[in-house]
């Protein structure tokens, strides 16, 4: 069964320092996205990417994050200069469609998420 | 506003029992959809069932079960014979036709006791 995969599973960096968060989506999706759960909290919407731009963000998604289709496989989220409280798990999602609000196959599939810890 | 609320931080079932974890949602849309997903301890976000605003019947899928009253928003799930495997956070999701995002519920922490 095809599943969202992602790279690394556990990212240690030093606060400041760049991060990218790799995902490749499950191949015939059109929709993907990011969210981060910090530890013990709820899952919270980052953004969501279709046809090569973003369709929507939160107002975590500041100019620090960026997301990029760079080839046809792989959804990358880099954050410039990481502080502490972006310590997370990072989830990547992807979904075949996009209906007007009430379909199955607006099913979103999880990644297993990036831990990332920022020191 | 909270948009999807999960009341029950935590549950208790014993094993083989039926349990049913509370959800409700707050959307001014017609058409919208509500998830549930599991996630155990490693981590990993696990889709379980679908249920659209349309929908006639509650959904079922194997073991799992939503209980679906659209008049009172709400979208239980409902286990029946649980198993020691079911231990797990699980979250109520939904999706509304203005915005390509999923609100989350806060999540239930089931445990199941063998």
């Known amino acids: 069964e095809p599943e969202v995969t992602q790279t690394p599973s556990h990212q240690v960096t030093q606060m400041g320092q760049e991060v990218i968060l790799r995902c490749v989506p499950i191949s015939n999706h059109l929709y993907f996205y990011w969210y981060r759960q910090i530890l013990g909290q709820k899952v919270e919407f980052l953004v969501s990417f279709y046809n090569n731009e973003i369709s929507e963000k939160s107002e975590i998604f500041d100019d620090q994050f960026s997301v990029e289709r760079p080839d046809g496989s792989n959804f990358t989220l880099k954050i410039r200069s990481t502080k502490l409280e972006d310590s997370a798990m990072y989830f990547c999602?992807?979904?075949?469609?996009?209906?007007?609000?009430?379909?199955?196959?607006?099913?979103?599939?999880f990644g297993p998420g990036t831990r990332l810890t920022v020191l | 506003a909270q948009k999807i609320t999960q009341t029950q931080p935590g549950m208790f079932v014993q094993e083989k029992e039926a349990v049913t974890l509370d959800c409700t949602y707050d959307t001014s849309d017609q058409s919208y959809g509500l998830f549930w997903y599991k996630q155990p301890s490693s981590g990993e976000m696990i889709f379980l069932i679908y249920?659209?605003?349309?929908?006639?019947q509650n959904a079922t899928e194997g073991r799992y079960s939503l209980n679906f009253q659209k008049a009172r928003k709400s979208a239980n799930l409902v286990i029946s014979a649980s198993q020691l495997g079911d231990s797990a956070m699980y979250f109520c999701a939904m999706r509304d036709s203005n915005f390509n995002k999923f609100y989350f519920g806060s999540g239930t922490k089931l445990n199941v006791k063998p």
């Open positions: 249920q659209g605003s349309y929908d006639e």
């Open positions: 999602a992807s979904s075949e469609y996009l209906s007007g609000g009430a379909s199955k196959a607006d099913t979103q599939y």
